[in-house]
């Protein structure tokens, strides 16, 4: 089974702080995901990659920035964070065709 | 690019009733409409799924029907219990090699006891 580990699980940090959320996958899979959370707005694509040398901006990329350093790992970070970015995070793979499995999620809260 | 509305917001229905979700999409060629449910503090995970090919699909207590004219698509869950509580998003492709997912807002269901 496909499994997908994010960390931390939770963080808190300061307006203007960098910060780095993680995740990796055990089972290789070409294409990886990152996936904002907001009540009321549901999932919203931050960036996505196909392969290491392939990262993609999503629909809401401003402010956020990604590396793929592996296969395996693909980590979003936040270059300034600011408090509208407190939100849940999710990093996701593609398995079987267009499903997504997801990972645990992260809960940022910017002050 | 791809847009899918949601509705309602928020669902409440007694034990047993059932429930219906829906869910319209702008991309005509968008051809994939997934359901996840995300239950309290955990990930949403995929439930049920329909390709455009197919108008209806079912899996035990809960179905998917598409109307591709009239580009909306529905969740239906039958006879209710209290572990269908969670959030339910929808999701459609949009057209274009790229193929990756636009999520509705979501809808909060609550099934009463």
């Known amino acids: 089974d496909a499994d997908v580990t994010q960390t931390p699980r939770n963080r808190i940090t300061k307006t203007g702080k960098r910060i780095m959320l993680e995740c990796s996958q055990t089972?290789?899979?070409?294409?990886m995901y990152w996936y904002r959370q907001d009540p009321g707005l549901g999932l919203r694509l931050i960036y996505y990659?196909?392969?290491?040398?392939?990262?993609n901006k999503g629909e809401i990329s401003d402010g956020y920035s990604v590396s793929r350093q592996a296969q395996a790992k693909f980590s979003l970070s936040l270059e300034s964070a600011i408090p509208n970015q407190t939100a849940l995070y999710f990093c996701?793979?593609?398995?079987?065709?267009?499903?997504?499995?997801f990972g645990s999620g992260t809960q940022l809260s910017v002050l | 690019g791809e847009n899918v509305e949601q509705h309602p917001s928020t669902l409440s229905v007694q034990e047993g009733d059932s429930a219906v979700i829906k869910c319209t999409y702008s991309?005509?060629?968008?051809?994939?409409f997934p359901w996840y449910k995300q239950e309290l503090g955990k990930r949403p995970q995929l439930i049920i799924d329909?390709?455009?090919?197919?108008g209806e699909k079912k899996d035990q207590r809960i179905a998917v029907t598409l109307n591709k004219t009239a580009k909306h698509f529905s969740l239906h869950i039958t006879e209710t219990q209290p572990e269908d509580s969670a959030v339910y998003f929808c999701?459609?492709?949009?057209?274009?090699?790229?193929?990756?997912?636009?999520f509705g807002s979501g809808t909060q269901l609550t099934v009463l006891p």
């Open positions: 996701a793979i593609r398995v079987l065709g267009e499903k997504l499995f």
């Open positions: 991309d005509s060629a968008s051809n994939y």
């Open positions: 999701a459609a492709t949009p057209s274009g090699s790229a193929r990756q997912l636009t």
């Open positions: 990659s196909f392969d290491v040398k392939d990262i």
């Open positions: 089972k290789g899979h070409d294409r």
């Open positions: 329909i390709r455009s090919n197919v």
